[in-house]
């Protein structure tokens, strides 16, 4: 979680706790009525809605526009972006998800009510940040973005925060390919509508997003990408067992023989290894999160010692959507799931082999011959 949601949430969920203390009420209330989809809600008014839905803020049409194709049903409500919880469905989230049939997305939060703290908080530091002005934001690339905001900021990886007097607006496009002005656009929008919603529910996307949310590829253990027959077919036989911690697998591969006295002592024999890291949900976020890391890491260095130290990242055509050499890793994404080797001695074509046989065995490929 960002650290500006971790404020607004923060001092949101105080400032609940303080008005029930005085009024002596409970949170939530009556579910908001069914819709048609998590369009406008036939037979109700804007009224019989919840305020601070944040999935009212934006037309389904204006985020297809920068998703690039349509969205696989209505925007759902669901936690914070970079949360556990990201993308399920929960009729009272706190963000708006918009996802297609491949599960990339945006997500949209929104603070509606007793931001003023919020805001003022995240002005001061925004005050601090290089290339912060009013109404204007300056990219890294030196791209000049401007809107009918107070202040505005990228946080994270992939996070346009805009501020406009006590409200305040989050358009988190990780989950996708849009650029910041794209999201700048959104958010623009969305800020606009803070006073005036739509006549949109957002929970009702909750029992579709749910079903979809099942068709999601699945794996049993993140050691089950490749077998050992895979392994051999692409690098040389497999030693031992491949070992899983977290949603990482490194796998010892290769001839036994003279591996010299080192490999000898860490019972590595003449093999290579390679470890594979699988995320099978919010995987395009975190194929773009680490793209970040690893640029920024490539921009440090070079600015310390006043040449590129590290290689320059490398795009790799195959059959995922995207797919980078960085320094750090071999890093692809297909839909919303990404996979990534770290490897050292593995061949261009020897990655491709490896990922393409990942990406049919999670069934986001066809077979060879299908």
Same mark, same amino acid.
């Given at each position: 979680?960002? %650290?500006?949601?971790?404020?607004?949430?923060?001092?949101? $969920? %105080?400032?609940?706790?303080? #008005?029930?203390?005085?009024?002596?009420?409970?949170?939530?209330?009556?579910?908001?009525? @069914?819709?048609?989809?998590?369009?406008?809600?036939?037979?109700?008014?804007?009224?019989?809605?919840?305020? *601070?839905?944040?999935?009212?803020?934006?037309?389904?049409?204006?985020?297809?526009?920068?998703?690039?194709?349509?969205?696989?049903? @209505?925007?759902?409500?669901?936690?914070?972006?970079?949360?556990?919880? #990201?993308?399920?469905?929960?009729?009272?989230?706190?963000?708006?998800?918009?996802?297609?049939?491949?599960?990339?997305?945006? %997500?949209?939060?929104?603070?509606? !009510?007793?931001?003023?703290?919020?805001?003022?908080?995240?002005?001061?530091?925004?005050?601090? @940040?290089?290339? #912060?002005?009013?109404?204007?934001?300056?990219? =890294?690339?030196?791209? *000049?973005?401007?809107?009918?905001?107070?202040? %505005?900021?990228? !946080?994270?990886?992939?996070?346009?925060?805009?501020?406009?007097?006590?409200?305040?607006?989050?358009?988190?496009?990780?989950?996708?390919?849009? $650029?910041? *002005?794209?999201?700048? =656009?959104? #958010?623009?929008?969305?800020?606009?509508?803070?006073?005036?919603?739509?006549?949109?529910?957002?929970?009702?996307?909750?029992?579709?997003?749910? =079903?979809?949310?099942?068709?999601?590829?699945?794996?049993?253990?993140?050691?089950?990408?490749?077998?050992?027959?895979?392994?051999?077919?692409?690098?040389?036989?497999?030693?031992?067992?491949? *070992?899983?911690?977290?949603?990482?697998? !490194?796998?010892?591969?290769?001839?036994?023989?003279?591996?010299?006295?080192?490999?000898?002592?860490?019972?590595?024999?003449?093999?290579? +290894?390679? +470890? $594979?890291?699988?995320?099978?949900?919010?995987?395009?976020? +975190?194929?773009?999160?680490?793209?970040?890391?690893? @640029?920024?890491?490539?921009?440090?260095?070079?600015?310390?010692?006043?040449?590129?130290?590290?290689?320059?990242?490398?795009?790799?055509?195959?059959?995922?959507?995207?797919?980078?050499? !960085?320094?750090?890793?071999?890093?692809?994404?297909?839909?919303?799931? =990404?996979?990534?080797?770290?490897?050292?001695?593995?061949?261009?074509?020897?990655?491709?082999?490896?990922?393409?046989?990942?990406?049919?065995?999670?069934?986001?490929?066809?077979?060879?011959?299908?």
């Amino acid at each position: 979680m960002n %650290a500006i949601s971790v404020l607004r949430n923060s001092l949101l $969920s %105080a400032g609940l706790v303080a #008005a029930l203390s005085a009024c002596g009420g409970k949170p939530g209330g009556d579910a908001p009525p @069914a819709g048609n989809g998590g369009g406008p809600v036939a037979g109700a008014t804007s009224a019989a809605l919840d305020p *601070e839905d944040p999935c009212r803020l934006l037309q389904p049409s204006e985020v297809e526009a920068v998703l690039g194709k349509p969205l696989a049903g @209505a925007p759902f409500r669901t936690g914070n972006p970079l949360g556990d919880r #990201a993308g399920v469905a929960d009729p009272t989230g706190g963000a708006c998800w918009y996802e297609a049939a491949d599960f990339t997305n945006i %997500a949209v939060q929104a603070t509606w !009510t007793h931001a003023g703290a919020v805001a003022a908080g995240v002005g001061a530091a925004l005050d601090k @940040a290089e290339g #912060a002005a009013r109404g204007q934001l300056r990219l =890294q690339d030196g791209t *000049e973005l401007a809107g009918d905001w107070d202040e %505005a900021k990228i !946080t994270g990886c992939c996070n346009f925060v805009a501020l406009r007097g006590d409200s305040m607006v989050e358009v988190d496009i990780g989950g996708s390919t849009a $650029s910041f *002005e794209q999201a700048a =656009q959104l #958010a623009e929008k969305a800020l606009a509508r803070l006073e005036s919603p739509l006549p949109i529910d957002g929970a009702a996307g909750t029992a579709a997003a749910e =079903q979809r949310r099942k068709t999601r590829p699945a794996l049993d253990g993140f050691c089950g990408l490749w077998d050992a027959a895979d392994i051999a077919a692409v690098a040389g036989p497999l030693q031992g067992e491949p *070992e899983a911690s977290d949603n990482t697998c !490194t796998y010892r591969y290769g001839d036994k023989r003279g591996g010299g006295p080192l490999n000898d002592m860490l019972g590595l024999g003449g093999g290579k +290894m390679f +470890m $594979s890291v699988v995320t099978l949900r919010n995987g395009a976020r +975190m194929y773009r999160n680490d793209n970040r890391t690893s @640029a920024s890491l490539a921009a440090g260095l070079r600015a310390e010692h006043g040449r590129d130290v590290l290689t320059a990242d490398q795009a790799l055509d195959g059959p995922w959507d995207e797919a980078v050499k !960085t320094p750090l890793q071999f890093n692809t994404r297909k839909g919303d799931v =990404q996979i990534a080797i770290r490897h050292s001695g593995l061949s261009d074509a020897q990655l491709r082999d490896l990922v393409t046989r990942a990406y049919v065995r999670l069934g986001l490929l066809p077979k060879a011959g299908a």
